[in-house]
């Protein structure tokens, strides 16, 4: 498998690992003992930065540049639809910068739209899969299960944020984690 193939197939979970780390060190530096609360706000908020942001912005980079690579690597051809779709990416990722670290309707909206986007991308992937008969490695593979997996952890994130409530300033428009 080449580089650009691996890194392809893996930056998802590679940016969860990466999330998690970020969020320890994060919850490490909050006043102990860190009440559950901030522990979950810590979690969602580098969650939606490494997932929705960062991840959305190398999918950008990956159909903008690298996008007949990408094509052939799902067995499909090349088209000016990568480039939508990069369009695409590079909106969900602003998105999910400018959620991160806010509310959390905002963090909702940026999870729903990533959501119903990996939604449409998995249906027409096992739609290739089981009708055109596209076997190839990049189109029905790790990815398209954990981008499933990793949005059903932001919505249980953003759960257990609600269930405990949102250690927020007075004023409710930021995290605490914006100074």
């Known amino acids: 498998m080449d580089v650009i193939s691996f890194v392809f197939t893996y930056y998802p979970l590679a940016l ?8 320890l060190v994060a919850i490490r530096r909050l006043p102990q003992p860190a009440s559950p609360a901030r522990v979950i706000e810590a979690l969602l908020a580098w969650f939606i930065f490494s997932n ?3 991840s959305y912005l190398c999918r950008f980079i990956e159909h903008a540049f690298f996008g ?14 990568q480039f939508e ?6 909106g969900f990722a602003a998105v999910g910068f400018a959620a991160a670290f806010r509310t959390l309707e905002m963090r909702f909206l940026a999870i729903l739209g990533a959501c119903v986007f ?16 596209n076997f190839a490695a990049g189109n029905v593979d790790v990815t398209t299960y954990s ?5 059903m952890i932001g919505f249980m994130l953003l759960w257990m944020q609600l269930r405990l409530g949102q250690p927020w300033t007075k004023d409710r428009r ?3 984690y914006i100074r």
């Open 16 to 23: 969860l690992a990466i999330g998690v780390i970020v969020s």
């Open 174 to 176: 930021k995290s605490p």
């Open 118 to 133: 990996v939604l449409g991308d998995v249906y027409e992937h096992i739609r290739q899969w089981t009708v055109a008969r």
């Open 52 to 54: 929705i942001g960062v």
């Open 68 to 81: 007949a690579t990408s094509a052939q690597f799902m067995g499909w051809p090349d088209s000016p639809f």
């Open 85 to 90: 779709v990069a369009a695409a990416s590079l």
């Open 147 to 151: 981008d499933v997996i990793i949005l």
